[in-house]
């Protein structure tokens, strides 16, 4: 996607030919400053300290995490030292287990000369799968909100959604916004309302930064606005993204989907949840069976912002001495979910619907 007219991917190699580039999205929305990670530690402090973030992102850092152990030492116990440092970083998305299996499929068997030179390959491959996944996913989206626009002849389709699933948590176009993006650069009137997204302010200072710099009209709310809004026929569809899907097609993603998802149903809205087939947890049969990380309770009681003159600081917001618990995600059970955008389509939120869009994963002995 575009900043100040410039197109940029999340990751990337170096111009060295080696070592790794991000956007470092701790800086954001107040700086545009760009990382460079050259060993798999500091890989790892990038997806724990969420400089990286999104479920594709992490599994496209993990992969280039591998990448730059292997410099090190390419022997199979550096490679599983390196996995297992990667694996512990963010315990909720799975898309992280699923990049560290392909790299290990990628070089296990091979002569240890061969390896850095496939592993760079396979890590530049899956962030351009995850590049064209996204796109498929925003065309099967878009049409969803074409269908909207075409019961409301000349007048804007509102989309509310939750946390940052744009281009920013993924290699590029995003998940949950690409659908948004491919719709208004087809001349769709669209509006999003953007939740805040507490603790963290993914929404209001990521999804709202990139929605701005591609010029998509949008509004920031308070996470608490959204059953409001929608009780007052302001919101046309939700569409969210996920860090997890089980294979029953019940979500997990950011902490207050829930809610919202609630609020949909009550209200006769819409809930779609957009997903690369990354994402999709084919071993767990139950949503309430992932794991929640909870992460450090300074995140909900402190908060960052730019005074005046420039200065990005971090203030106390909270009672001193209060203790705080930060769950980072919550499940968002199938029954409230409307449908699941995928790469491959738009399916039910059930095991049924999944298995049809990608067959190869039906249970054995299911002829169905």
């Not at 909720?92 to 790299?103: G, I, K, S």
Request: negative net charge; charged residues 25%; contains cysteine.
């Amino acid at each position: 996607m575009q900043i100040d007219g410039r197109h940029y991917r999340t990751i990337w190699v170096a111009e060295d030919g080696w070592s790794v580039e991000i956007i470092d999205q701790t800086k954001l929305p107040h700086v545009f400053e760009i990382a460079r990670l050259t060993t798999v530690e500091e890989a790892a402090t990038a997806i724990r300290t969420m400089q990286v973030r999104g479920a594709p992102l992490i599994g496209a850092t993990a992969a280039y995490g591998i990448c730059l152990a292997l410099r090190e030492d390419a022997s199979d116990d550096a490679l599983d030292r390196a996995a297992e440092l990667l694996m512990a970083t963010r315990p909720t998305a799975v898309n992280l287990r699923w990049a560290l299996d392909e790299m290990a499929k990628a070089v296990r068997n091979l002569p240890r000369e061969r390896r850095l030179e496939v592993a760079y390959a396979r890590a530049a491959e899956i962030c351009d799968e995850d590049v064209e996944t996204c796109r498929r996913i925003g065309e099967h989206g878009a049409a969803l909100i074409r269908e909207h626009a075409a019961r409301k002849p000349g007048e804007t389709v509102n989309v509310l959604t939750h946390c940052n699933a744009g281009w920013l948590a993924t290699v590029d176009w995003g998940t949950a916004l690409s659908p948004i993006y491919q719709a208004h650069d087809a001349g769709v009137p669209v509006h999003v309302w953007v939740d805040e997204t507490r603790p963290r302010n993914q929404g209001a200072s990521l999804s709202a930064y990139e929605l701005g710099g591609h010029g998509v009209p949008h509004t920031i709310v308070t996470d608490n606005a959204g059953g409001h809004i929608m009780q007052h026929g302001q919101v046309d569809l939700c569409i969210v993204g996920t860090d997890r899907t089980a294979a029953n097609g019940d979500v997990c993603n950011k902490i207050g989907t829930y809610l919202k998802a609630l609020a949909a149903h009550d209200n006769d809205v819409p809930f779609y949840v957009a997903l690369p087939h990354s994402t999709i947890d084919w071993t767990l049969d139950d949503g309430f069976k992932i794991p929640i990380e909870q992460r450090a309770e300074e995140e909900v009681t402190q908060m960052s912002g730019r005074l005046d003159d420039g200065t990005v600081v971090t203030v106390d917001i909270a009672a001193p001495g209060s203790p705080a618990a930060n769950y980072a995600f919550d499940v968002t059970p199938a029954r409230l979910v409307t449908g699941l955008i995928t790469e491959r389509g738009v399916c039910a939120a059930s095991a049924e619907g999944l298995q049809q869009l990608y067959p190869e994963h039906k249970p054995e002995g299911d002829g169905g």
